[in-house]
């Protein structure tokens, strides 16, 4: 007798870009939707392995977060709050388990990065106690808390949220594209003049914002825009790897125990801030080119790609 085998559960599918046909203030309120759906069934599918999970959920409430920022000015400043701190507290009720997750990772890629300078012994050793650390902490926030549960019911709310958002019409969203383009650009700036951990943080999620608004119209312009919206991958992952690092940082410093012993202790500190100057320097090459028009004129190129897009399909039909 043969046993069926069971396959892995799938999450839904989502488009996150816009399609032909369907005004856009649909298509945001379909896109954010869709956004919730997915972290909700990552959160309350049973027996999912919880760090793919939390990573997986928080990326959704980032996407959230960035469209509701292209529909800021429509939906207006009480609901834009509303919804935007509900996302922002459910990212950071899984922050930790996140953070913790990644610190072994992160560990890695500066062994990679520095072979020479960062045993295999000495990292192994590394990795070790902070997959250890992330094992204690995850063990011990999550059961206490039901902390799923309560995040998974935070998003219904929010589900219900959208659901009566006021968006309504075909038009496009100039003035909430081209505030996030503009304090993307700002960031950059100021990372330029004062590199900061706080002022990179702040910069890179900027940057993701700007990459969603990227990624939603990308449909109106694929050649070009696609190749901005890989820019602006590459960019966020540098922010990214940054921001891994500096977390790593601060968790050795925060917990001497996890360190290397005797001389070698502040070596691993040392090759992380190495790691971290040569990941800025890079992204400031790639931020140049991306923040290079002014504000206005990036808005008004992409309103050029989304009218001519539109009326190729209004012909076509």
Avoid at 17 to 38: C, M, N, S, T
Avoid at 90 to 110: F, N, P, Q, Y
């Amino acid at each position: 007798m043969r046993h069926s085998v069971q396959s892995a559960p799938t999450p839904p599918e989502t488009t996150f870009k816009l399609r032909p046909g369907h005004p856009f203030a649909r298509e945001v309120r379909r896109i954010l939707l869709e956004q919730v759906d997915r972290a909700l069934w990552q959160l309350t599918t049973p027996h999912l392995p919880v760090d793919p999970a939390v990573h997986d959920a928080r990326k959704c409430f980032k996407r959230i977060r960035g469209v509701l920022r292209l529909v800021r000015d429509d939906i207006g400043p009480e609901r834009f709050a509303q919804l935007n701190a509900l996302f922002r507290d459910a990212g950071r009720a899984l922050s930790d388990i996140r953070t913790s997750a990644v610190l072994g990772e992160t560990l890695t890629k500066v062994h990679e990065r520095y072979p020479d300078q960062l045993s295999e012994d000495e990292a192994s050793r590394l990795v070790a106690r902070l997959q250890a650390h992330h094992a204690a902490l995850r063990d011990d926030v999550l059961p206490q808390a039901r902390l799923f549960e309560q995040v998974a019911a935070e998003l219904q709310r929010g589900r219900a949220l959208i659901e009566q958002l006021p968006l309504h019409g075909d038009y496009f969203p100039a003035a909430g594209m081209a505030r996030v383009y503009a304090r993307g650009r700002s960031g950059l700036k100021r990372c330029q003049k004062d590199p900061s951990v706080p002022n990179f943080h702040e910069w890179r999620k900027r940057v993701k914002y700007l990459r969603y608004h990227v990624r939603i119209f990308s449909p109106t312009w694929p050649p070009v825009l696609a190749s901005v919206t890989e820019e602006l991958v590459t960019l966020s992952e540098l922010l990214g790897l940054d921001h891994d690092l500096a977390d790593l940082h601060r968790t050795l410093t925060e917990h001497p125990e996890l360190r290397l012993r005797g001389p070698e202790q502040g070596k691993t500190v040392r090759l992380i801030e190495a790691y971290r100057k040569e990941l800025e320097a890079r992204s400031f090459s790639i931020g140049l080119r991306v923040y290079a028009e002014k504000p206005d004129d990036f808005v008004r190129r992409m309103r050029a790609y989304w009218r001519a897009w539109r009326d190729e399909w209004d012909d076509g039909r």
